[in-house]
């Protein structure tokens, strides 16, 4: 069959061919996925034509996998486990509302926290998801609905709302603040300074 190199296999078929791989039978592939012994042999038949090579042998007591079949199937095996692993994702209980919520682990373990569980304690039944990293999130494409992040709030696109100042000063233990001592702050220019991560 005539395709381009950037056309996926045509995913009805793999699933008629995944079926069929794990039941050794059209016939109870069909009545697995709902379908006529025709609908599968069709679809069967249209996957080999796209990938212009056998992937069964038929005989007297169903079908088997070819050397190329077997390749195939082990791929569409992994294929269909990633999209049932992570489909739990975007697929919530009936009656249930879903945040999914990105945070950093400061903002989180101080400040959010405590915060949760009112929130998902409410009659409403809300239920939150959340992505603690350091990282920034892509809202749209990881199908992030809120972030809380530290920065001046400004991004194109986005709605911000500002949560709360962020103070930021020198801390020390009291053997080195003793070291130290008051006066000029450029004295603290000697000493190295540790940084938080987030």
Not at 99 to 123: D, F, K, Q, T
Not at 159 to 164: A, E, G, N, R
Request: hydrophobic residues 40%.
């Amino acid at each position: 069959m005539d395709h381009s190199s950037n056309q996926i296999l045509p995913l009805e078929t793999l699933r008629a061919f995944d079926a069929a791989a794990r039941t050794g039978s059209f016939s109870a592939a069909a009545e697995k996925l709902n379908l006529t012994h025709g609908a599968v042999s069709r679809q069967i038949a249209k996957l080999e034509d796209w990938l212009g090579l056998k992937v069964f042998e038929r005989n007297a007591r169903g079908v088997t996998l070819t050397i190329e079949g077997n390749r195939l199937h082990l791929r569409t095996t992994e294929a269909f486990a990633l999209i049932s692993v992570n489909s739990d994702r975007w697929v919530e209980p009936r009656g249930t509302a879903v945040v999914r919520l990105a945070s950093i682990p400061s903002v989180s373990g101080l400040w959010l926290m405590p915060r949760m569980a009112v929130l998902e304690n409410n009659p409403t039944k809300l239920r939150i998801v959340l992505d603690v990293d350091n990282r920034q999130a892509d809202l749209a494409d990881e199908g992030i609905d809120l972030s809380v992040r530290c920065g001046r709030g400004r991004i194109p696109g986005r709605v911000s709302v500002q949560l709360f100042e962020e103070q930021i000063f020198p801390i020390a233990s009291p053997e080195l603040a003793k070291e130290i001592g008051l006066g000029d702050p450029a004295r603290l220019l000697k000493y190295p300074l540790i940084n938080d991560s987030d």
